[in-house]
């Protein structure tokens, strides 16, 4: 028996690829075990966003080394794969496989070679006009389901390393796209998050010509579908018609990841971001103008080469005035190949901390007000799961904030009574930072 395991690092583009991974394998005759100890074929799906995410992996592959040769393959994919290429070989003489994102399609190609004995297989060709389109995936929530719609990024930022690992922008046709979210209506999913690294920049190929905001609202009309998702956004090709869109159908979640990076236009302008602090905020004004409540959330990086103290307030200033839901906030990270290299002016680790925490304490306090707005209305939340410490149901609202609920007539979950996947209206009661917590507002009978 052919047994694998997979490890996942990163973005939700690779936790839906490694989906795909596994459909394939499974596909092939392949078991998935859940102990690397166990299996045959020792795959990573590595991230390299930042340099903390990269040096992961090589601390994984170091764990276990010593099991290499007695059977046992290891493979590294994803990112840090197409970044470090068969330099991975020099690092971790035991690994067999290397393969970017952008060789995927090639996957049960590279499996058949190493099958066959080959000692070394890669895939690291970026120019690509295809996408990793596979009838295998093997999804790992049975509601929730994420269809890729374009894969790669054409983007330049000056810090991303995203561009050299993931290849040119490339789109799938709307006919599959509406295809696969119709297959998995009728399979039973309800939600479906809608997946590119710049999903804005959308095209379809076919002569039906759709943008993104078209797919947004062709996706939300598919039956069966109680929620569209999508992630993640580039203010610069974030248009109006995707608010439009939100607020004609509420099937569309009420929220948009909109990653600002930083608030000085100086700053964005170095990042070669392509919008400036104005035309950002004119994109938040459309979205606060929406009839309805949609939440905003975003990335920010402190610590970018050059930032100083009075661009760092900036940011500041911006944040407060969004009053942002949740922040992702990173400190910079020099990245290979990145333009952002040839800045001299770095700002130490100790400043970079420091930025990063005042960032956070402020965005603390703004989450706990936006919050506590909550308290006593009544929410939709899609149950996603139970904690058993807590005894609380865990959900998530169309805004995407965990709301943790009591179910006073199940306690415990029992076979055949669980609410996990159900859409249920919960009162609000209390609210914390980063999350809500409340009891069902009304007990229809659980089916
Ligand atoms: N250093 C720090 N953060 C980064 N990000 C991307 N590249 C870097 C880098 N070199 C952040 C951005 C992006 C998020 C996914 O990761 O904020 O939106
Ligand atoms: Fe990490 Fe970016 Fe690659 Fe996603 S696309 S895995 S965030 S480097």
Redesign the pocket.
């Known amino acids: 028996m052919k047994t694998f395991y997979i490890e996942t690092f990163g ?1 939700q583009m690779n936790a839906h690829d490694s989906e795909k991974v596994v459909g394939t394998l499974l596909e092939k005759g392949y078991t998935q075990v859940e102990e690397p100890g166990q299996a045959h074929l020792v795959l990573y799906n590595t991230c390299s ?2 340099d903390k995410a990269e040096q992961k992996v090589f601390s994984r592959l170091q764990q276990f080394k010593r099991e290499a040769g007695r059977g046992k393959v290891f493979g590294v994919l994803g990112c840090v794969a197409q970044q470090e290429g068969e330099r991975i070989f020099d690092r971790a003489p035991h690994v067999s496989l290397v393969a970017g994102s952008a060789s995927y399609t090639r996957l049960p190609d590279m499996l058949v070679q190493l099958e066959a004995g080959n000692r070394r297989v890669t895939g690291l060709d970026l120019n690509t006009t295809e996408t990793f389109d596979t009838p295998f995936t093997r999804r790992d929530n049975p509601h929730r389901a994420y269809i890729t719609i374009i894969e790669g990024c054409d983007k330049a930022c000056a ?3 995203v561009p050299f690992t993931r290849g040119p922008e490339r789109s799938r046709t709307s006919e599959s796209v509406i295809r696969e979210a119709r297959s998995l209506a009728e399979l039973g999913y309800t939600e479906i998050q809608l997946l590119g690294q710049n999903v804005n920049s959308y095209r379809d190929p076919s002569h039906a010509g759709w943008d993104f905001a078209r797919l947004l609202a062709e996706t939300g009309k598919i039956p069966g579908i109680r929620r569209v998702r999508f992630t993640t956004s580039h203010p610069r090709d974030f248009v109006r018609p995707i608010v439009q869109a939100i607020d004609e159908n509420e099937l569309l979640c009420d929220h948009v990841h909109l ?1 600002v ?1 930083s608030g000085s236009s100086e700053v964005l302008s170095r990042m070669q971001r392509l919008y400036t602090r104005d035309e950002y905020m004119r994109r938040i004004e459309w979205i606060k103008n929406a009839r309805r409540d949609i939440a905003i959330t975003t ?3 402190v610590g970018f080469p050059g930032e100083t103290e009075a661009e760092f307030e900036a940011t500041l200033r911006l944040a407060e005035e969004v009053e942002y839901d949740s922040m ?1 906030i ?4 020099k ?1 290979p190949k990145t333009s952002a290299l040839q800045y001299e002016d770095h700002i130490p680790e100790e400043e970079k901390t420091r930025r990063l925490m005042v960032l956070q304490e402020r965005q603390r306090a703004t989450q706990l007000r936006r919050n506590a707005a909550y308290i006593g209305t009544v929410q939709e939340v899609h149950v996603e799961g139970y904690n058993l410490a807590t005894r609380q149901w865990i959900g998530r609202t169309t805004q995407n904030k965990t709301l943790n609920f009591y179910e006073p007539d199940l306690p415990v979950p029992a076979d055949g009574k669980t609410l996990v996947g159900q859409y249920l209206d919960v009162l609000v009661t209390r609210s914390g930072p980063n999350s809500l917590a409340g009891e069902r507002a009304a007990s229809p009978p659980v089916q």
């Open positions: 973005c966003i930042r810090y991303c390393v990653p990076q990335d920010i990086i992702f990173f400190k910079y990270s990245r």
